[in-house]
Structures are given as structure tokens and as C-alpha cells.
């Protein structure tokens, strides 16, 4: 998957089958579909691959507890499907993992052992093992940091677990591989519009203006049919498409607070079921820490850089501190991430928790179609309802999903050991990979997404940073501006990062 190469196919005189704005989970997902169903394929996404809300996930592949809490049974069976799925399509980067709930209570025993065993049901055939009744004793002995105080036993159910920006990497090899295009860093700036026939009554969407940032060049490029798949940025491009059409996306932020190993030892993760804003919080073993997260706060505004809000930060640290024999303080934040989630704004519905995690499908009067809401879970659903779409419209002949089955790319990289020294996973033959290989192009790039050190160890990050721009300065040949702005750039941005 190399840039240059992936630039040089886009060419003004063709006419793309299916052409996808945006380069997350859902936008990846939608390349793979089409372009293994044999249709010609371009993806654009304005910054990096899983930039925006994709790399930011919990990390879990998951029906949702909550949602069957919520009687929303559609959509955990079919997200427990798509958990499977996944965990069988792609190994390299997704495993099963034990959840423990602590329970305080015979009443509490019987109603999470209930709920947890329709759970189960649900999975059907790709179920992930049985829940088990466990003693103190037993939790003591795999999750010592779990407080015992007032505690009677509790439950184990098994999810899945990955890691989101790989996955998004390697979708995007797997698509390459069936022969569509992607690039990063390429902006849809206006869509193009035209009625194409005597009988259209509205204009119709023919294909985009995009930018290319780092070639500053820009493109017309045509298709017969055009998926938005931007997250919280689809009011954007619906809004290009018609400018007075109302905003559809609520965002909804979530923080995560990344700890050290040595707080949660063990590896089963741990759920508390009941927050004070009763939500559900986890504490999730990834890579050589832990993940506590998340909140679920509505806000005014869409950036793809979100920050933690003070108050989230001490929800976070207040909850952990509860149920765990633990004391962290904000000192012992490795790293924190916000993302935020595209929800589909409800009538009537005024809290984001209680707003649906379904993905919605609209298509406007122009043929635009927008796909949005959804979970990483389900993105290989939304994928194939966002092309069969786009097969109706379009009047192709139509051609079966095969993606149920597809095995996706994996990646030496997906294995990295981060307590590995440094100088060994960030060897030039590898961030020489990252960039011929995975389309990396900047510092950014390289310690966010292609590797997550900046998810994991923010200020590890900061003093790899200068290493990693001069490493890419001499295989890119670039002078030591660009070197000194590289590192002042990430340094700025890992700052975010830092509590
Ligand atoms: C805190 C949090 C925790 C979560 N945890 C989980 C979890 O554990 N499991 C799970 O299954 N799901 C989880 N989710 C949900 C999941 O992460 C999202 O549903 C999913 O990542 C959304 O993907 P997307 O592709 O729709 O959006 P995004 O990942 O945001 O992708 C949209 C892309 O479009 C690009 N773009 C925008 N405008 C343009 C333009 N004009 N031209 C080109 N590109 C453009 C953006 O740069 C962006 O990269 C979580 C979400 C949040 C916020």
C-alpha cells in the first residue's frame, strides 16, 4: 500500500463504481465490501486513516450489556454475530477476553447471571464460552485489585478485544488488495452535482472535489455513486450536498484514562455495571497497560482532536477508585484519549446515554448516501447495507457480500511487544514499512496509529517523537525545518494527551 502509487490512480477521466468519503471504521469497512464484490473502489479521508472516532474506541468487540439492559435485542444479537465474525476474520489483531462483574448481592447475582446468560443465548453458534459464578476467593486470586469489601462473588462473561487503528490498517490493505484505491490526507471539499438525465428532478451527486494535501493538488473525481462515511463530520457533506438540511449528529464524548499494568493486574478485565449516572464503566487490559473508560457527554462541538473534560477525568479516577483497592491519582495517567461518537439525534430523546447505538442509512434527493451511528462492532454490517445501497441507486448488477468470510490482512506490526526497548520496535527498517507500506506519513501518523505509544505512554511518546522525525527525514529527504516542525507539531498535540 504505497502512496505515491495509490495518488498516481487518480485519474480525472475515470468513472469510479463507488467512491467513500472518510477513512474509519465505516468508511474502511464500505472499501472492502465494494471493492471484493468487484466494484472499482475509491476511499478518500482527510487526515490519517482512523484519525477521527476509530482509534479512540474502548478497544472492545462487543454485543453491548447495556444495550440488552436497554431491551435492545436486535442489535445486540447482531452485533454478537459481527463479534464472531470478526474474531474469526481477524486474528492478528482481535482476542477473546474474561470480563468480571462484581456482584454485591443475591438479588444482583440472579439478575446479571440472568441477563448474561441471554447474552450468551444471543451468540448462538459463535458463542465465546459459558459465564461462570465465581467466589471472592476465585476474584482475589485472578483480579487481586478488585475491592472484596461488601463483595458477594461476582460473574465472568467473555467479549472480544482489539486493537481499532490496526484493524483500520490492515482494512485498508485488505480492500487494496481487492484492487480499490485509498488515499489519506485527501479532503472531499464539494460534491458535484448535475442532473444527468431528461426525467432527473434534482440534481444529481456525480463525484467530488477533493484536495490532496501533500501534493497540493486538487481533483475532480467522478463516480457513480458516492457514500459519505465521515462520523460526526457527515452534517458537513450532507450540508455540501444541501445547505440547509439540518444537523442529524449528536456527538457524544467518551474519555478514556490509561494506567499502568500494576494498578489491574491479571487478565480479565473488570465491568461495574452500575455507575453513579448509571452507565457502565471498564477496566480493560491493552497492550502493557490499562484502559478505564468511558463518559458519555454531549457536546456543542465537533473537532478531531476532542480533549478531556475535567469532570470526566474525575468521574473516571472517582469509579476506579471504589470498586478498585486502588488509589490512582491523576499522576498515575499514563495517557488519556477522547473520541466521539456519531449518534443519530432521536425525537424526544434528550440524554446521548439513552440515544440508539443502531447506524442509520440516509439517502438524499442527489443520491448521496450517508452512513452513520453504529459501533466498530458492526461495522462490516453497515459496510454491506452501505453498498447494497449504493447497488439500488446505482442499478448495478448485484453481486453478494462475501465479507462474512473474508480473512483481512494482517500485519507483523499487529504483534508489536510494547515492552520491547524502543530502538527495537521503532527501527528504521520498520518506520521505513510504515511509510512504503501503511501510507504513514508524519510522526503523528507513526506513534498514534500505526503503533499506539501516544495512546499508551504520552510522555514516552514525546521523547521518541525527534527520533521518529529524523528517522523519516532521512528516508522522506527532508531538511531539518521540516524536522523541527514535525517534533513541535506532535509535541503539541501530545500535550492533549497529558493530564
Ligand atoms: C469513547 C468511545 C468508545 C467507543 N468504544 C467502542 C468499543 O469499545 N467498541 C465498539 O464496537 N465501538 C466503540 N465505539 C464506537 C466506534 O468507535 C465508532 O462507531 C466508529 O469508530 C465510527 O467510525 P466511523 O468510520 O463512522 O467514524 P470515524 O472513525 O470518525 O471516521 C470518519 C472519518 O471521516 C473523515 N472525514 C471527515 N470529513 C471528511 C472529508 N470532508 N473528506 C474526507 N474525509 C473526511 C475523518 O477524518 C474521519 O477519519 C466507541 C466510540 C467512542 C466515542
Given at each position: 500500500?504505497?502512496?505515491?502509487?495509490m495518488?498516481?490512480?487518480?485519474?480525472?477521466?475515470?468513472?469510479?463504481?463507488?467512491?467513500i468519503?472518510?477513512?474509519?471504521?465505516?468508511?474502511?469497512?464500505?472499501?472492502?465490501?465494494?471493492?471484493?464484490?468487484?466494484?472499482?473502489?475509491?476511499?478518500?479521508?482527510?487526515?490519517?486513516?482512523?484519525?477521527?472516532?476509530?482509534?479512540?474506541?474502548?478497544?472492545?468487540?462487543?454485543?453491548?450489556?447495556?444495550?440488552?439492559?436497554?431491551?435492545?435485542?436486535?442489535?445486540?444479537?447482531?452485533?454478537?454475530?459481527?463479534?464472531?465474525?470478526?474474531?474469526?476474520?481477524?486474528?492478528?489483531?482481535?482476542?477473546?477476553?474474561?470480563?468480571?462483574?462484581?456482584?454485591y448481592?443475591?438479588?444482583?447475582?440472579?439478575?446479571?447471571?440472568?441477563?448474561?446468560?441471554?447474552?450468551?443465548m444471543?451468540?448462538?453458534?459463535?458463542?465465546?464460552?459459558?459465564?461462570?459464578?465465581?467466589?471472592?476467593?476465585?476474584?482475589?486470586?485472578?483480579?487481586?485489585?478488585?475491592?472484596?469489601?461488601?463483595?458477594?462473588?461476582?460473574?465472568?462473561?467473555y467479549?472480544?478485544?482489539?486493537?481499532?487503528?490496526?484493524?483500520?490498517?490492515?482494512?485498508?490493505?485488505?480492500?487494496?488488495?481487492?484492487?480499490?484505491?485509498?488515499?489519506?490526507?485527501?479532503?472531499?471539499?464539494?460534491?458535484?452535482?448535475k442532473?444527468?438525465?431528461?426525467?432527473?428532478?434534482?440534481?444529481?451527486?456525480?463525484?467530488?472535489?477533493a484536495h490532496?494535501?501533500?501534493?497540493?493538488?486538487?481533483?475532480?473525481?467522478?463516480s457513480?455513486?458516492?457514500?459519505?462515511?465521515?462520523?460526526?463530520?457527515?452534517?458537513?457533506?450532507?450540508?455540501?450536498?444541501?445547505?440547509?438540511?439540518?444537523?442529524?449528529?449528536?456527538?457524544?464524548?467518551?474519555?478514556?484514562?490509561?494506567?499502568?499494568?500494576k494498578?489491574?493486574?491479571?487478565?480479565?478485565?473488570?465491568?461495574?455495571?452500575?455507575?453513579?449516572?448509571?452507565?457502565?464503566?471498564?477496566?480493560?487490559?491493552?497492550?502493557?497497560?490499562?484502559?478505564l473508560?468511558?463518559?458519555?457527554?454531549?457536546?456543542?462541538?465537533?473537532?478531531?482532536?476532542?480533549?478531556?473534560?475535567?469532570e470526566e477525568?474525575?468521574?473516571?479516577?472517582?469509579?476506579?477508585?471504589?470498586?478498585?483497592n486502588?488509589?490512582?491519582?491523576?499522576?498515575?495517567?499514563?495517557?488519556?484519549?477522547?473520541?466521539?461518537?456519531?449518534?443519530?439525534?432521536?425525537?424526544?430523546?434528550?440524554?446521548?446515554?439513552?440515544?440508539?447505538?443502531?447506524?442509520?442509512?440516509?439517502?438524499?434527493?442527489?443520491?448521496?448516501?450517508?452512513?452513520?451511528g453504529?459501533?466498530?462492532?458492526?461495522?462490516?454490517?453497515?459496510?454491506?447495507?452501505?453498498?447494497?445501497?449504493?447497488?439500488?441507486?446505482?442499478?448495478?448488477?448485484?453481486?453478494h457480500?462475501?465479507?462474512?468470510?473474508?480473512?483481512?490482512?494482517?500485519?507483523?506490526?499487529?504483534?508489536?511487544?510494547?515492552?520491547?526497548?524502543?530502538?527495537?520496535?521503532?527501527?528504521?527498517?520498520?518506520?521505513?514499512?510504515?511509510?512504503?507500506?501503511?501510507?504513514?506519513?508524519?510522526?503523528?501518523?507513526?506513534?498514534?496509529?500505526?503503533?499506539?505509544?501516544?495512546?499508551l505512554?504520552?510522555?514516552?511518546?514525546?521523547?521518541?517523537?525527534?527520533?521518529?522525525?529524523?528517522?523519516?527525514?532521512?528516508?522522506?529527504?527532508?531538511?531539518?525545518?521540516?524536522?523541527?516542525?514535525?517534533?513541535?507539531?506532535?509535541?503539541?498535540?501530545?500535550?492533549?494527551?497529558l493530564?
Amino acid at each position: 500500500m504505497n502512496r505515491d502509487s495509490m495518488l498516481a490512480q487518480l485519474d480525472e477521466n475515470k468513472t469510479w463504481d463507488i467512491l467513500i468519503i472518510g477513512g474509519g471504521a465505516t468508511g474502511l469497512g464500505a472499501a472492502v465490501d465494494a471493492a471484493s464484490r468487484g466494484f472499482s473502489t475509491l476511499l478518500i479521508e482527510a487526515d490519517d486513516f482512523a484519525k477521527g472516532t476509530s482509534s479512540r474506541s474502548t478497544k472492545l468487540i462487543h454485543g453491548g450489556v447495556r444495550y440488552l439492559e436497554q431491551g435492545n435485542l436486535k442489535l445486540v444479537r447482531e452485533a454478537l454475530k459481527e463479534r464472531g465474525r470478526l474474531l474469526k476474520n481477524a486474528p492478528s489483531v482481535t482476542h477473546k477476553l474474561g470480563f468480571i462483574i462484581p456482584t454485591y448481592s443475591f438479588g444482583q447475582k440472579l439478575f446479571y447471571g440472568t441477563g448474561l446468560k441471554i447474552y450468551d443465548m444471543l451468540a448462538q453458534k459463535l458463542s465465546f464460552g459459558k459465564i461462570k459464578f465465581l467466589s471472592n476467593k476465585t476474584i482475589q486470586n485472578i483480579s487481586p485489585a478488585i475491592n472484596q469489601e461488601k463483595l458477594k462473588g461476582g460473574i465472568v462473561y467473555y467479549d472480544g478485544q482489539f486493537d481499532d487503528a490496526r484493524l483500520a490498517i490492515n482494512l485498508a490493505h485488505t480492500a487494496a488488495r481487492h484492487g480499490a484505491v485509498l488515499l489519506n490526507y485527501c479532503e472531499a471539499q464539494s460534491l458535484l452535482k448535475k442532473k444527468t438525465k431528461p426525467t432527473d428532478k434534482y440534481p444529481k451527486v456525480y463525484g467530488i472535489v477533493a484536495h490532496d494535501y501533500l501534493s497540493d493538488k486538487t481533483f475532480e473525481i467522478r463516480s457513480k455513486t458516492v457514500i459519505n462515511a465521515t462520523g460526526v463530520f457527515a452534517d458537513d457533506i450532507i450540508q455540501m450536498d444541501n445547505k440547509d438540511a439540518e444537523d442529524i449528529i449528536t456527538p457524544s464524548q467518551g474519555i478514556h484514562l490509561v494506567v499502568d499494568k500494576k494498578f489491574f493486574p491479571g487478565d480479565h478485565a473488570f465491568v461495574i455495571p452500575k455507575t453513579d449516572d448509571k452507565r457502565v464503566l471498564f477496566a480493560v487490559p491493552w497492550h502493557n497497560k490499562v484502559i478505564l473508560g468511558t463518559t458519555d457527554t454531549e457536546m456543542d462541538s465537533i473537532t478531531d482532536e476532542p480533549v478531556p473534560l475535567q469532570e470526566e477525568i474525575n468521574y473516571i479516577l472517582q469509579h476506579a477508585n471504589r470498586y478498585l483497592n486502588t488509589n490512582i491519582t491523576i499522576n498515575d495517567v499514563t495517557s488519556m484519549f477522547a473520541g466521539l461518537r456519531p449518534l443519530v439525534k432521536t425525537k424526544g430523546v434528550t440524554n446521548t446515554s439513552m440515544l440508539s447505538r443502531d447506524h442509520v442509512i440516509i439517502v438524499s434527493l442527489s443520491d448521496l448516501i450517508t452512513i452513520t451511528g453504529g459501533k466498530w462492532t458492526t461495522y462490516r454490517k453497515m459496510a454491506e447495507d452501505a453498498v447494497n445501497n449504493a447497488i439500488f441507486i446505482a442499478k448495478f448488477k448485484f453481486i453478494h457480500p462475501v465479507t462474512k468470510t473474508l480473512q483481512i490482512q494482517s500485519s507483523a506490526f499487529d504483534a508489536i511487544d510494547y515492552n520491547e526497548p524502543i530502538e527495537k520496535i521503532y527501527s528504521k527498517e520498520n518506520i521505513k514499512q510504515f511509510i512504503e507500506e501503511e501510507m504513514a506519513t508524519c510522526v503523528e501518523d507513526i506513534l498514534a496509529r500505526r503503533t499506539r505509544l501516544l495512546f499508551l505512554d504520552a510522555k514516552l511518546a514525546m521523547k521518541t517523537a525527534p527520533y521518529i522525525a529524523a528517522t523519516i527525514a532521512e528516508i522522506l529527504k527532508k531538511d531539518d525545518d521540516w524536522i523541527r516542525n514535525e517534533i513541535e507539531n506532535f509535541i503539541l498535540l501530545a500535550k492533549n494527551y497529558l493530564p
